[in-house]
């Protein structure tokens, strides 16, 4: 077997592919399986991983004070969540500014 480090050989690459093919043959076989029985197979492997990434995600920042998919729903949502949340209660203004009043912000 290869290393992570070693990138493979076409020789390896076409072995793997054998080996690959061979464990799909025996599932087919053992299991009576159609083409939609194999892509309901492939589609569950693929969900479950996502599933689980997602869970992870959402418990990261739940551990953190913030619900993703109902306080934030963007990268930048969620690192604004944090950082106002990382004031503790501290006596802090932020203000926001328009167009009609950038002079007050501008040098």
Same mark, same amino acid.
């Given at each position: 077997?290869?290393?992570?480090?070693?990138?493979?050989?076409?020789?390896?690459?076409?072995?793997?592919?054998? !080996?690959?093919? +061979?464990?799909?043959?025996?599932?087919?076989?053992?299991?009576?399986?159609?083409? $939609? &029985?194999? =892509?309901?197979?492939?589609?569950?492997?693929?969900?479950?991983?996502?599933?689980? !990434?997602?869970? +992870?995600?959402?418990?990261?920042?739940?551990?953190?004070?913030?619900?993703?998919? $109902? &306080?934030? =729903?963007?990268?930048?949502?969620?690192?604004?969540?944090?950082?106002?949340?990382?004031?503790?209660?501290?006596?802090?203004?932020?203000?926001?500014?328009?167009?009609?009043?950038?002079?007050?912000?501008? =040098?």
């Amino acid at each position: 077997n290869p290393s992570k480090d070693e990138p493979i050989t076409s020789e390896e690459a076409v072995q793997l592919g054998h !080996a690959r093919y +061979n464990q799909l043959k025996k599932l087919f076989e053992e299991n009576d399986w159609t083409m $939609k &029985d194999y =892509l309901t197979y492939y589609n569950n492997i693929d969900v479950t991983s996502f599933l689980q !990434a997602i869970d +992870n995600l959402v418990q990261y920042y739940k551990d953190r004070g913030v619900d993703v998919f $109902k &306080d934030a =729903l963007s990268v930048p949502g969620v690192a604004e969540r944090l950082a106002f949340k990382s004031l503790n209660g501290q006596d802090q203004v932020f203000s926001l500014f328009n167009h009609k009043n950038k002079d007050l912000v501008e =040098l």
